[in-house]
């Protein structure tokens, strides 16, 4: 029987299957962060994850380096990063929570084509627009700017926002609202009054999910910004190990400082992530 | 007698669009003159200082040859007359050093004319926005080499505003009056509104923009089409009731389009020009031919777009195929009822989806480093040879597919648990009670609750994995020479890497949109189609 324990051998090679698959999942993971802490700009010295040596040094010259203007460097990159990141969650989130409340609740002509066409720009590549883009950022004076990226990635988060809120919105029970609208409230109120205040799990999510993708991106922010002082974080990082000079302490350093705080929000709402994504496709 | 509101509010959508258009030809047309008058002064300065004398208002300059400088050979130096004597140009010494040099410089590398010794210089418009042009001619005057001239910035021309608000008073009254004075059928008031759109041609007549008056003339004759239909009548009426639901999709929509829809528009449109050394050229479907031909390259060559696409659909294939076999595996092992810390199983083997995958990316490049690189110290200490990894195709495109394996299987991972949940453990008892093989229970009862869930997300995973640019760009670059591109990766180089051929990308963008599209559509269709069966 299933429920029942199985022979020893095969619970002996389970385990033995899942241990060494985690080791090939946190190898490298543990190689950074070994990185991170063990002197010398190689990538390895030995395949040992352990560190023979300890230093900070990574950690220092990544907080210390000055910049043309004397700036210290990654400050003003994590900076520009926050920015840019918490920019991004306020539009994206704002703008999308209406739409998707529109297309929960109300039947209008166009609604499905509506709907399919937020589904089908999510699959869009982002490389694919990034060269009209960057022509008509150039031409509205919006390269190395912080707004020009904040638009892009507001648009980039917007689809998955609408679809992943509507998916919030049609579970909510549609009692209220008529009770609501026959003691006569506006529909504006009722979305503002009942809906946002029942939402705020759903808000959340897409909330890290816009600030992820602003956080985490990186072939945009390296084609747009071009300005040291203008660079984001993962520009700062993957400028660290170019073909001509690779530093992977620093690499590592940045890696681990950068990582952190997404993957605790990542852990924190990761439940939520997968069912906004294949609710959205199924129903598309 | 015609609605007269109804009238005036199909004046204004007609007008909008006309304003527009009219709006763009001024533009252009501005341009244009402008740039001739900046260009036509700037050679004349150039072609009189070449022989000595100086313009006025133009800035023009005798530049010798460049001689190596004293302390760093490495740098040449040159040196100009302005007119008073003859210094050298160094940084900072001039308003315009920095362009003259460039400019002297570039005169330099141009080919020679046949049956000349030395070029006959070029001149163009400055790519700055100010305006101005600059010359470069050969010089006559002994000592001198070349005579450069730049114009002095000019404001653009101002625009007719108080032309266009007259225009659209005439063509407001114009409309409303066809309204009041037509009869039921209504003719005379689609007359007033195509002779109210038509007076916004008139400008675009006296700047001689054909185009443009073409296309006013065009909207005005399909917006009293639309009137006599009673299509704009039915949309209005059809705004007015769903009014409270499109103000709650606009913040999103209008953003959506002017920057999703907008740019796709723009990059379908710049697949039929080649853009050379600043200059855009329209080329027809010749980008097009140019790709889908493979460029007259062998069908092996790295640059050839059916080597590029073979390499596209063997990486998507081979990942999506490890991502399902690894994620749905793990699944199952970590769905068995017996096992203990599932939840810390779980935990460690979402990891590698939350870490940034451009982090992941770079963190496996550095894995593959022939020299340094972790995996062969790893072979080493296992008395193996190492590899260089990015000198060989195989070896280079498996390191991607490792990266990407890595990166990419959490996701099914956690769909094909998600999905494995739904199932009732009474169907498994039901199987057991009936003697039901461990494999049988796998493809009669797992499989075909796995699949709906599987469908979207391997339809999803392709799309994806087909635009996976970070990993490819990233960790082989393209090594070697270019051979592991996939599409996207070899589009970004053809815009930003080879001379900024924007054309030939945004032809390539668009050819992977169309790819893309095909496989959504019909690809969706056979994922249904499977569920239907099972």
Sequence with gaps: ???????????????????????????????????????????????????????????GELFTTRGGNGELLFLRHALNSIIVALLTTVVGVSLSCTAAYALSRFRFPG?????????????????????????????????????????????????????????????????????????????????????????????????????????????????????????????????????????????????????????????????YLVGGLTAGAVKG | MTNVFGQLRDFAIGAALALLIATIAFVAVRNK???????????????????????????????????????????????????????????????????????????????????????????????????????????????????????PEVPPAPYPLLVVIGLLGLGAALSAAGALASGANGRVARAGTVFAISVLAIPCVLWQAWIATTLVLLVAGAIALAQSARVTDRVASGIRIHRVALSFLAPAAIPMLVLVAAPFVIGLVLGFYDHHHGSWAYVGLHNFGE???????????????????????????????????????????????WLRGKGVFRMLFILPWAVPNYITALIWKGMFDSEYGALNQLLDSFGLDSVSWFSSWATSFSANVITNTWLGFPFMMVVALGALETIPKEIYEAADVDGASPWQRFRHITLPHLRPSLGPAVALGSIWTFNQFNVIYLVSAGAPGGSTNILVTDAYRWAFERGERYGMAAAYATIIFGILLLWTVFGARIVRRKDDES
């Design chain 2, 33 to 151: 003159e402008l740039a001739e008058r900046q260009l036509d002064l700037s050679t004349r300065a150039a072609i009189a200082m070449a022989s000595g004398r100086a313009l006025p208002d133009v800035h023009a300059v005798l530049v010798s040859t460049p001689t190596p400088s004293a302390k760093h050979p490495y740098l040449r130096q040159r040196r100009i007359f302005d007119g008073e004597s003859w210094r050298p140009l160094v940084a900072g010494s001039h308003a315009e050093a920095k362009l003259i040099y460039d400019a002297a410089n570039r005169f330099d590398q141009l080919p020679f004319p046949y049956g000349l010794p030395f070029s006959s210089g070029f001149s163009e418009l400055l790519r700055d926005g100010t305006g101005r042009a600059v010359t470069v001619v050969p010089a006559r005057t002994p000592g001198a080499q070349l005579a450069i001239a730049v114009t």
């Design chain 1, 1 to 59: 029987m299933r429920s029942q324990r199985p022979r020893l051998i095969l619970t002996i090679l389970t385990y033995a299957a899942l241990i060494v698959l985690v080791a090939v999942v946190l190898y490298p993971v543990l190689l950074v962060c070994k990185k991170a802490f063990e002197p010398g700009r190689q990538f390895a010295i030995s395949a040992s994850p352990i560190p023979t040596d300890l230093t900070l040094d990574h950690f």
């Design chain 1, 111 to 271: 609604r499905k084509t509506g709907l399919t066409m937020f589904l089908v720009v999510q699959m869009f590549p982002a490389t694919l627009l990034l060269l009209p883009l960057y022509v008509i950022l150039n031409k509205l004076n919006l390269l190395n700017s912080i707004s020009g990226l904040v638009l892009v990635y507001s648009t980039t988060a917007i689809p998955f926002c609408v679809w992943t809120l509507k998916g919030y919105f049609d579970s909510l029970p549609r009692e209220l609202e008529e009770a609501a609208r026959i003691d006569g409230a506006s529909p504006w109120m009722i979305f503002r009054k009942i809906i946002l205040p029942l939402s705020r799990p759903a808000l959340a999510v897409t909330g890290l999910f816009s600030f992820m993708t602003a956080w985490n991106e990186f072939i945009m922010a390296s084609t747009f910004m071009t300005n040291q002082t203008r660079y984001t974080l993962p520009v700062l990082i993957q400028s660290t190990v170019t073909e001509f000079s690779a530093d992977w302490g620093l690499f590592a350093a940045g890696a681990v400082v950068t990582s952190l705080p997404v993957m605790i929000a990542f852990y924190v709402l990761q439940k």
């Design chain 2, 291 to 337: 790709i889908l031909s493979g460029g007259g390259r062998a069908l092996d060559d790295p640059l050839n777009f059916w080597f590029i696409f073979g390499v596209t659909v063997l990486w998507t294939v081979a990942n999506v195929a490890f991502h399902v076999a690894i994620g749905v595996t793990l699944a199952l092992l970590l769905s068995r009822t």
